[in-house]
């Protein structure tokens, strides 16, 4: 399978942009390419920094993995799942694996740093699927001659420590985010007190896009445009950490989720 990396300094130039088929990439280069103040390149400097990302799935390997996810949904609406495997909200199910955790309208105290962890064995081990499919399938090429750096192979989940980013044994929380047209996700930052880092998300089912620094409000909703609308395509592994992770808030977008989408996110 032919490994398609590009290095995202590159979204900055005009060509590239205007061939995207995103349509907020109009903002996109109207905002970060010609008249971007100073401070707002610093930012997305940073951003770009804490971002890595590649397509590594072909239609057919995509197929595969979206059959096992319409097997976990199936499983999840006869009630197979422990309590804590299965979270619903509208037009979007969570399903979460080796590690769940409470966020949002669980919390009993809001704010952040308050989501907690449930107890280990509370939701269901990660399946043997998931294990197998990414350890099988998930190579990525990091391309990053242009920055002085050596060429890197790594792997994800068997294990990471090859690539020298994650010690082994890394991945202990799998997260199934299955999106319905229009679905969405606030922004947030993935609390650091329960997660390391990097992020990493594998999507399935359809394009769509990856939104930074947007602030949501409801009744109707609506979001603010991004600092960074990151395109994200079925089949493609992004990677987040540093400023990227840890700085500024990331969320999906109503308006980016045309079609049903699901999100593996591997965690630690």
Not at 102 to 117: D, F, H, I, P, S
Not at 145 to 169: D, K
Not at 218 to 246: H, Q
Request: net charge neutral; with cysteine.
């Amino acid at each position: 399978m032919e490994h398609a990396y590009y290095d995202l300094r590159d979204k900055l130039k005009s060509k590239y942009l205007h061939k995207s088929k995103f349509p907020y990439d109009s903002y996109y280069a109207r905002n970060t390419y010609r008249e971007e103040p100073s401070n707002q390149v610093n930012i997305l400097e940073k951003l770009y920094e804490g971002i890595k990302q590649t397509t590594l799935f072909d239609d057919q390997q995509c197929r595969a993995i979206e059959a096992r996810i319409d097997e976990v949904v199936e499983k999840a609406d006869r009630g197979e799942y422990k309590r804590f495997t299965v979270d619903r909200a509208p037009l979007r199910s969570k399903y979460f694996f080796g590690e769940g955790y409470t966020y949002g309208a669980q919390l009993q105290k809001k704010g952040r740093g308050m989501e907690k962890l449930y107890p280990h064995g509370e939701v269901d081990e990660i399946p043997d699927w998931i294990n197998d499919l990414l350890r099988e399938n998930l190579s990525l090429w990091l391309d990053v001659e242009n920055s002085g750096l050596t060429r890197t192979l790594f792997q994800v989940i068997s294990p990471l420590v090859e690539s020298g980013l994650v010690p082994a044994n890394f991945i202990n929380s799998a997260v199934i985010n299955d999106y319905q047209q229009g679905g969405c996700i606030v922004s947030h930052i993935d609390p650091p007190h329960i997660f390391d880092r990097p992020i990493v998300s594998v999507s399935f089912l359809s394009d769509s896009a990856l939104s930074f620094g947007c602030r949501f409000s409801f009744r109707p909703i609506r979001v603010t445009e991004p600092v960074l609308c990151l395109p994200v395509s079925r089949g493609c592994i992004t990677m987040l950490e540093g400023y990227a992770a840890d700085k500024i808030t990331h969320c999906i977008r109503p308006q980016d989720i045309t079609s049903r989408r699901a999100v593996i996110i591997l965690r630690r």
